[in-house]
């Protein structure tokens, strides 16, 4: 275990560092399984703080289960078959990680005011704090950062420790 400060009220506590916090997802692909995908996180977030009391706000809640709104639509959009769903806290982040059997890698359209729809991936860069792609022997993996802790000063994308 490794002693860290508390964000909440300074008190030092330990955070299992020999476990892995995460959980994954398989899902089959059909329409259902983008709301299924956001309830899992929002509880996956919810055990993260009950069991491990690391701070999760409603920014952190609300954030991720949007990029897994995203993510996993745009999977089921473009890519046929099955889903995979990656949820992990690393640090002082969480990691979304989303898997499609798509090699094709997702691009962020340009800005146009008079665009309807197709702006999810602009939405999920413009949240996170990190966002990579990369190509796998079988699809792709899309892996999104986003910070727990909240910016003092409201950025919507949060901060990292000091």
Not at 28 to 56: C, N, S, W
Not at 107 to 132: D, K, P, S, W, Y
């Amino acid at each position: 275990m490794d002693k860290v400060e508390s964000a909440l009220g300074g008190e030092d506590r330990l955070v299992p560092q020999d476990l892995p916090i995460q959980d994954t997802i398989a899902l089959d692909g059909d329409g259902v399984v983008i709301a299924q995908a956001r309830h899992r996180a929002a509880g996956f977030l919810t055990r993260v703080q009950a069991e491990h009391g690391l701070p999760v706000s409603a920014r952190v809640m609300d954030l991720t289960q949007l990029v897994v709104s995203e993510l996993v639509t745009n999977a089921c959009k473009y890519a046929p078959g099955p889903v995979l769903v990656d949820l992990r806290v690393t640090g002082d982040a969480v990691e979304v990680a989303v898997w499609d059997s798509d090699p094709v890698l997702p691009v962020a359209r340009a800005t146009e005011a008079g665009r309807v729809g197709q702006h999810g991936l602009e939405i999920v860069m413009a949240v996170a704090q990190g966002f990579e792609v990369q190509r796998q022997p079988v699809g792709k993996r899309v892996t999104v950062r986003i910070a727990l802790l909240d910016d003092p000063g409201g950025h919507v994308s949060g901060r990292r420790p000091q």
